[in-house]
């Protein structure tokens, strides 16, 4: 049985998964372990051509027909770094749909909450869809859908720490206070951890070390994959509630006589 | 009539832009805007992008815009990335 599909502004996927394509060993290797993955949106970050390289480009490992590309800001700490970056990956094809991170701390990559609220609302004007990755918190995931963010994207644990969701509430009561699509993005370490934050009722998950980290990121992909379809059925299923006492589940009455 | 040696190549010298690219001093000798620097410096990627002097220039206008000595010019392109 097929989960429901995966709207993301004026995008449709049958995939909740959406993954990076960054840290694999080779181009070769990320093309394999996005195919396992099953992803249709994939992120890719912008950078400057190395001029006196050959220059093969990963845009030949990864079919614009068959992948929607989600450019991202990764690396930027200033509003205007940001800005530039997402209106250089539209002019380099890459779409109008980007992935806004601003920085704020180089050891824990937590993003800089007011300046993401200040580059997101710049890029809706510009003609954006914008998917901002952010803190679990509510008030600020308010605000970036107040300014026209197609999408929230808080964080589950800190970018590549492989934590799990370490603020399930935080995520729930976001869930309740925004009518975008929630998609936990960053801190995945297993496949426990994708299907623990889809069962919460999230909309997606991106995810790139988890895979690209592990020992076989193919194996890895599949396994994201499938825990990401079990979590989000479950939580379309619909779980019974938490209860402190044994509930039998064989009829009481018709027990033998002894 | 024979040129006057003036010991310089008068190629260079009439053609020759400094111009700084991604960060790196470099001499350009044919182009004269920035369709052409791409490809004077063998860019074929149709996934790339410039900005000039900090602006982001629309790929439909690289063939319209100067290149000027000492420009600050920017050519990115997508690579593997995650978060």
Known sequence: MESTQFKVGDRVFKSRLIVGTGKYASFEQTRDAIAASGA?????????????????????FLDPKIYSFLPNTAGCFTVKEAV???????????????????????????????????ASRILVKD????????TDDV?????????????VMPLAAPIGSGLGVCNPFNIKLILEAVKVPVIVDAG?????????A?????????????IAGAKDPIKMAYAMKSAVECGRQAFEAGRIPKKLYASASSPINGLIDV | MNEPNIG????????KVL?????????????????????????????????LNQEVVPSSKLDQTKIREGDNIEIVHAVGGGL
């Open chain 1, 40 to 60: 249709e949106m994939i992120t890719l970050a912008v950078r400057r051509i190395e001029l006196d390289k050959a220059k093969d480009s990963i845009l030949n």
């Open chain 1, 198 to 210: 889809m069962e919460l009722g999230v909309a997606g998950l991106l995810m790139n070390t988890a």
């Open chain 1, 84 to 118: 530039m970056t997402c209106q250089l990956a539209r002019e380099a094809g890459l779409g109008n749909m980007v992935k806004v991170e601003v920085i704020g701390d180089e050891k824990t990559l937590f993003p800089d909450n007011e300046a993401t609220l200040e």
């Open chain 1, 127 to 134: 003609g954006f869809q914008v998917l901002p990755y952010c």
């Open chain 1, 139 to 151: 008030v600020l995931c308010k605000k970036l859908e107040g300014v026209g963010c197609s999408a």
């Open chain 2, 8 to 15: 310089l190549n008068l190629t260079e010298f009439f053609f």
């Open chain 1, 188 to 196: 995945v370490g297993t496949a426990s951890d994708a299907c623990r």
């Open chain 2, 19 to 51: 111009l700084k690219i991604n960060g790196h001093d470099k001499n350009i000798y044919s182009s004269s805007n920035l369709a052409e620097l791409l490809c004077e410096l063998e860019i074929a990627s149709p996934h790339c992008a410039v900005a």
